[in-house]
C-alpha cells in the first residue's frame, strides 16, 4: 500500500510540475508561433485549462478586474478562465499529493514538512508565477525607457513629429518596452487621439515610469510646450532612479546572504566540526 501511494504521489506531482511549464511554454507559443504543432499542441492545452470545473464560489471570487490587469500588464496569452483553471487544478494536484505523501511518511516530521511544502506550491504556485512576470516585466521596461526617451528627444529636436519619431524608434527597439510602444503606434495610425494611445499603454503595463512619460506627453499636448526638453529631463532623472535602485540593491545583498548562510551553511558547518566530539562525548571512546 505504501508503494502505491509513493507512485500516486510521484504521478501527482510531476503532472503538476508539467502541467505549470507545459501552460508557460503555451503562454511563449501563443505570444509567438503563428502555426505549427507547437501552436497547436499550446491551444488544445490552454483548452484543456479552460475546462477544469472550478466551482462558482471560487470562480467568482478570483474573477475580479484585479485579475485581468494583472494578466494584461504580465504580457500574458492566457485569459481569466485559463488562470483560474490552472490554479483550482494545481490546488488539487497539491492537495493529492499532500495526502499521498503523508500515507505514505506515516505522518513523521518530514513527511509534515514535504506535505507543507507541496500543499503551498499548489496554492500560491500561479500568483507567485504570476507576480514574479510582472515584476520581471516592469524591471525591463524601466531599464529601458531612458534609451528610449533619448532617441525620441534625438528625433523630436531634429524636427520630426511626435508621431513619426515614435514610429521610427519603436520600429526596431527590442523587449516589452518596444512591443509595447508600437502597439500605441498602431493605435495612433488607426486614428486614435494621442492621450487615448497613451492611457491603452499605461493600462498594458506596470511601470510607474512609463506612466510619468504618458503623463508628461499629455501635458506638453494640452499645453503646448516643448516636449523634447521634457523627454531630456525626465531621461535624466529616470537614470538617476536607476542608479539608485542599483546601489539599494547592492546594499540588500549582505542581508539576502544572511539567510542561506545560517539555514544551509551553518548547519553543515556544525555537524562537520560538532559531530566528533559529541561521538566521543556519547560513546565514551
Not at 510540475?17 to 511554454?25: C, D, E, H, S, T
Not at 503562454?27 to 509567438?32: F, K, L, R, S
Not at 525607457?145 to 513619426?164: C, K, T, V
Not at 546601489?247 to 545560517?262: D, G, K, M, Y
Amino acid at each position: 500500500m505504501s508503494s502505491q501511494w509513493v507512485i500516486a504521489l510521484l504521478v501527482a506531482s510531476a503532472s503538476a510540475i508539467l502541467a505549470y511549464v507545459a501552460l508557460r511554454i503555451g503562454d511563449a507559443a501563443v505570444m509567438g508561433a503563428k502555426g505549427g504543432l507547437r501552436h497547436a499542441l499550446a491551444n488544445r492545452l490552454l483548452a484543456a485549462v479552460a475546462e477544469v470545473p472550478v466551482p462558482s464560489v471560487i470562480r467568482r471570487r478570483w474573477d475580479t478586474p484585479g485579475l485581468a490587469r494583472r494578466l494584461t500588464q504580465s504580457a500574458s496569452a492566457i485569459e481569466a478562465a485559463h488562470y483560474m483553471g490552472l490554479r483550482w487544478g494545481l490546488l488539487w494536484l497539491g492537495g493529492a499529493a499532500s495526502l499521498g505523501l503523508l500515507r505514505a511518511r506515516h505522518g513523521d516530521l518530514l513527511g509534515l514538512f514535504l506535505a507543507a511544502t507541496l500543499l503551498a506550491a499548489g496554492a500560491i504556485g500561479p500568483g507567485l508565477w504570476l507576480s514574479l512576470r510582472m515584476e520581471r516585466r516592469q524591471t525591463e521596461i524601466d531599464l529601458a525607457l531612458p534609451d528610449l526617451l533619448d532617441r525620441l528627444a534625438l528625433g523630436l529636436q531634429a524636427g520630426l513629429g511626435f508621431e513619426i519619431a515614435l514610429r521610427r524608434v519603436s520600429a526596431n527597439f527590442p523587449g516589452h518596452l518596444g512591443e509595447v510602444v508600437r502597439r500605441a503606434v498602431r493605435q495612433l495610425d488607426r486614428g486614435h487621439a494621442r492621450g487615448a494611445a497613451m492611457d491603452e499603454m499605461v493600462r498594458r503595463t506596470p511601470s510607474h515610469d512609463l506612466q510619468a512619460f504618458a503623463a508628461s506627453v499629455k501635458q506638453a499636448d494640452r499645453l503646448g510646450t516643448s516636449l523634447a526638453k521634457t523627454l531630456r529631463v525626465q531621461s535624466e532623472l529616470l537614470r538617476g532612479q536607476r542608479r539608485r535602485r542599483a546601489q539599494e540593491a547592492s546594499r540588500r545583498l549582505p542581508i539576502l546572504i544572511v539567510f542561506p548562510l545560517v539555514f544551509f551553511f551553518l548547519p553543515a558547518l556544525m555537524i562537520i566540526y560538532l559531530s566528533p566530539p559529541l561521538l566521543l562525548l556519547f560513546l565514551g571512546e
